[in-house]
């Protein structure tokens, strides 16, 4: 059986926190910012939202060895 490899494009979008939740960093703050008011780009700083829990399994099974 081979080893389960790791989805290195899971790895780029999404970090565990020591408490196994999954962190992510808002959509929206790539490109085509100027058409935003401030407030809303200033909303969009920050640490990261945490992912909702029906999608945590799979993110942490794509993640392989990233998930402890």
Request: aromatic share 4%; glycine share 10%; net charge positive.
């Amino acid at each position: 059986m081979n080893k389960m490899k790791t989805h290195k494009g899971t790895k780029k979008r999404f970090r565990l926190t020591a408490t196994g939740k999954v962190k992510h960093r808002a959509s929206g703050k790539s490109h085509r910012n100027v058409r935003m008011s401030s407030k809303r780009t200033r909303k969009l700083r920050g640490g990261g939202a945490l992912l909702d829990t029906c999608m945590v399994k799979s993110v942490t099974k794509a993640l392989g060895k990233y998930s402890y």
